[in-house]
């Protein structure tokens, strides 16, 4: 059996540069004539992130002058004659040539191909490092924090303890490059997506929704919904799981407060009726507007509005960015109830656990302050 060629430097290259400009595994194989296993498993031993590019420090000697020092020694120059010529102390270059050889044996590439091997010596990680700092990213991250939670909390709760501040890229090359073995494989689950290592931020996304019959567009919104300046302007909409299960999800603009809803179905009836008993159960302050997609389950939003005293727009067609808030959150709720699982076995005991753990994370667009820390001062 053939074995397959080995994965050349400009092929590492390559495979970088495509990934980031979000190109397949299979594209991406074939362009360097490799298997996508190939090109995955290479990825996957950097967890997703390209390694920093090695430099070499302007102090050490450079393969030109080490072909100086091979050719002085051949032709019989003093160590003293090779460091003038090079601008280098005596002791830089005795230390050279005694490191890789002798005066007879000393070969530049043999010592230049040394020197890069004696200069991987890479730093320990600070979570290697710092046992209470893992200790804490770990319980966080346990919690479905994600990395840049846990970071930008440390910072509030720690503002002047160096010893438990780390970045969130550290944690996501904690977990996703498990040769470091500083944190479990079992703990990548917990993140957002549960995904193994770092994915490309390119790529496009859409939406294609019905219309509405008498529905009041977005862009006749009030003017203070759009500034998030008040409280109790809401976005919402429903994420789909297998054998037709749906749950309604609500998000609150301004402290980005969650409320999900048991739906017994799509259609107008059901999703109209549980939404108005959950939305009922708010204070009148935080009930203002709704903002919906294009979705028919809202179809009776007049109804809605007359047993709730709640506004509500709709976004015009193919267009659910309109509703950013409520895209962003049913994002991070796909980590709880992923694509194609059901949803229909969740009660809506079930549902406020798990808005209540939403809830409870610190956001980096609210400073890092959870949306039930900024619920709560507005209902002061």
């Not at 070499?56 to 003093?78: F, K, P």
């Not at 895209?327 to 076995?345: A, V």
């Amino acid at each position: 059996m053939t074995k397959r060629p080995h994965m050349t430097t400009p092929d590492k290259a390559l495979i970088w540069k495509r990934w980031h400009d979000g190109s397949s595994l299979s594209d991406i194989a074939r362009e360097i004539g490799k298997s996508p296993p190939s090109v995955f498993g290479f990825l996957r031993q950097f967890g997703g992130i390209e390694p920093a590019l090695r430099v070499r420090s302007e102090r050490h000697l450079t393969l030109a002058e080490r072909e100086e020092i091979s050719r002085g020694l051949v032709a019989g120059d003093s160590i003293r004659g090779i460091a003038r010529a090079l601008s280098r102390s005596p002791s830089t270059i005795s230390r050279e040539i005694n490191r890789n050889g002798t005066v007879r044996s000393y070969r530049a590439t043999s010592a230049e191909a040394a020197a890069w091997r004696g200069g991987t010596r890479p730093k320990r990680c600070r979570l290697a490092a710092l046992g209470r700092l893992r200790q804490r990213v770990i319980t966080k991250l346990k919690l479905d924090w994600s990395p840049e939670q846990i970071a930008g909390w440390l910072q509030l709760t720690y503002p002047e303890n160096d010893s438990m501040q780390v970045s969130h890229e550290t944690i996501y090359k904690s977990l996703f490059i498990q040769s470091r073995g500083i944190l479990k494989k079992e703990l990548q689950k917990h993140l957002r997506r549960g995904r193994k290592f770092r994915q490309s931020r390119a790529g496009n996304r859409g939406g294609n929704r019905g219309q509405i019959i008498d529905g009041i567009s977005i862009r006749e919104r009030p003017a203070e919904v759009e500034d998030r300046a008040l409280p109790g302007h809401w976005e919402g909409d429903l994420i789909s799981g297998s054998n037709n299960s749906h749950i309604a999800t609500v998000v609150e603009r301004t402290t980005r407060f969650t409320v999900l809803v048991k739906v017994e179905g799509k259609d107008t009836k059901s999703v109209t009726t549980a939404l108005t008993s959950q939305m009922r159960k708010l204070p009148d302050i935080i009930r203002q507007t709704l903002t919906w997609d294009r979705g028919m389950e809202l179809a009776d939003h007049k109804a809605f509005s007359l047993a709730t005293d709640i506004d509500v727009y709709f976004c015009d067609p193919r267009s659910p960015w309109q509703r950013g808030t409520n895209e962003n959150t049913n994002g991070l709720l796909r980590q709880y109830f992923p694509k194609g699982s059901d949803l229909s076995g969740y009660t809506q005991v079930d549902l406020n656990k798990v808005a209540r753990r939403l809830n409870t994370r610190p956001r980096k667009t609210l400073g890092f302050h959870t949306p039930a820390q900024e619920f709560n001062v507005v209902l002061q």
